[in-house]
DNA sequence: CTGTTAGCGCGTTCAG
DNA sequence: CTGAACGCGCTAACAG
């Protein structure tokens, strides 16, 4: 009715029934009659009592709130994997907070410190691009407070990594053109400082060696993920005149570069053969024949979740788990705990 | 150093300086000396100390955080108005929480009561489809805290709304078609029990009745935004024969509908033409010669925070607000306060 | 099964 | 400019 919001003690008050009765019966603890607890779950409806986190949470230290930090909603493969997140989280009773880094590491450190203010029970994060160093990372893992990396995985010891197989997957997807008859395979590559970017850039490299085909420098594109770089890229294609294989482990280049071929008209599909790691509606869009090896999004976040619960209850049993799905390999890597 | 997190004792212990002055000090108070403020700055950052923020907005009753409830993140126009949103908002020193209904009226209820235990300081929401009563929100604005509508509108009175024109929007679309020779032309809609779809088709039959073209109800689909329901209204088109427009009020449903034409090699640009309303890079993608009106979609999501904050700040002044932006109109709807 | 007491970490009085 | 004391709302620990 009031402006302020009802407290336990307002409930308490109306009832003469002591707060720590009325928190206890309010967070259904056994140790509560069945029948004060009707009064006063009553008197709390009709109070229109709602409790206050902020409160609950300072006493016990448990925010039953975990964060995810990825580097934007926007692109499919990430808006999936929150879906598998809230999933699991909300069936946990958690809420889950979303960040986006932008691939930006001051953003990205500067939401750590805001993550750790407001006291989340765990994170888990997709590193941004320019992240070399886990300074920030692991200051709040001093608070015992348990970081699940997803997608682009932790070069540090002692972490837990949820990913698919990202060497198997690019071996797989050059293997494909290959045995499509490529014989001159372009790669788009992003930075080799990022490991996921050494893992793609060998398996493709790999597939080359074992069929006996020569590598050739200039097939290989090394850039960072934005839709510039894929229009760069697609120019210095055409102008090398004999490419029959386009192989990209970035999904947002190599869109924009299959946007530049149809703009200039290149007969994609007979020319150029493209295969990227997501399954991004608009890859379906652009292209019908395109293949793509896709990465479950959902799954991987069901996955990355469901592991960070069992570090939040203590339940340290994680040891390596692996298997595949779909077209691709997941995995998690994980070495010994502290 | 230890697993525990230093606090404002812990500094001031260590410095012999009572721990309201190292609040003052942290809070940049100007009733401390810039030396032992300096001190104090120092020691905190050798200690790692983090605000708790739980138990400062436990003291202010101010969380410094506002949401975003919206159906979809993975929808590009929301996921541009979140971009929008968190530009001001952290300009503002503000976090921001997002939240999907997915459309699920229960989901939406849940999110708001929690969002209330949480006490964030403001929401911006679009409401889900299923969202006809507003006994949840009220709740929150009882707390006589803020709420913006953006995107879909509140019919309810004393509600700030930002928006497009939506039945301007609609007629301008449906007038082009129209400009460029159509004469029989489809509609997508959505339920006509909500204000925004109930808009858009007033503004399509306004631009008929203008030109003298009758109205038909077989050219007027109702569905909820589903991919299905696009195919399954494409299906139906196929077989009205004599359809030479398309005038779709939602993405979703249209670019599933010329996914669909394009399967059965239907040479879409020549025979239907499509009007949506986002600038989603899919509906480039899909046919290059798409007509699209956009929502600015980053310019509601700055405007809607900045709304959100001055009503924060109390500065009530807020008014009727209307401007032109790119093809489509951004009104903001307001009716007198409290 | 219920009441009493104390304190989570911080900010804000009110004194000096 | 700084210190002492209190309380935000809730829950854990200890009584009874």
Do not use: W
């Not at 009553?42 to 709130?65: D, I, P, V």
């Not at 808006?79 to 699991?88: L, M, S």
């Not at 002692?158 to 014989?183: E, M, P, W, Y």
């Not at 703009?263 to 990227?276: F, L, Q, W």
């Amino acid at each position: 009715m009031n402006k302020n919001k009802a407290t336990i003690h307002d409930i308490s008050k109306a009832l003469g029934i002591d707060s720590s009765t009325v928190s206890r019966a309010l967070n259904d603890s056994p140790r509560v009659s069945k029948k004060t607890k009707g009064k006063i779950l009553k008197k709390a409806k009709e109070l229109g009592y709602q409790r206050n986190s902020l409160a609950s949470s300072l006493r016990t230290s448990k925010t039953q709130t975990i964060a995810v930090v990825l580097p934007r909603i926007s692109r499919h493969f990430f808006a999936r994997v929150i879906a598998g997140i809230e999933e699991t989280a909300h069936k946990a009773g958690y809420n889950v907070i979303i960040c986006q880094s932008l691939d930006n590491l001051e953003r990205e450190k500067k939401i750590i410190s805001t993550l750790i203010s407001n006291r989340v029970d765990g994170i888990m994060i997709s590193i941004s691009m320019e992240t070399t160093n886990y300074e920030h990372l692991e200051a709040y893992k001093k608070l015992d407070k348990p970081i699940v990396f997803f997608d682009r995985p932790c070069e540090l010891p002692n972490c837990i990594n949820v990913n698919i197989d990202n060497f198997q997957a690019s071996f797989d997807a050059t293997q494909h053109l290959i045995s499509r008859g490529c014989k001159h395979i372009v790669h788009f590559s992003g930075s080799q400082k990022i490991e996921l970017y050494r893992q793609r850039k060998a398996g493709y490299i790999a597939a080359l060696e074992k069929n006996n085909i020569k590598i050739n420098d200039h097939y290989i594109f090394e850039s960072n993920l934005s839709e510039e770089d894929g229009i760069r890229a697609a120019k210095k294609i055409l102008r090398l005149k004999n490419i029959d294989g386009l192989y990209s482990s970035n999904d947002t280049a190599a869109i924009s570069a299959m946007k530049y071929f149809k703009s200039k008209r290149v007969r994609v599909p007979e020319d150029i053969a493209v295969v990227g790691f997501n399954n991004d509606p608009i890859s379906a869009v652009i292209e019908p024949s395109l293949t793509t090896i896709n990465q479950p999004a959902l799954e991987i976040g069901k996955m990355a979740s469901n592991l960070l619960f069992e570090q939040i209850n203590n339940k340290t049993k994680t040891t390596k788990i692996q298997f595949r799905l779909l077209n691709s390999e997941l995995i998690i890597r994980h070495s010994s705990k502290k």
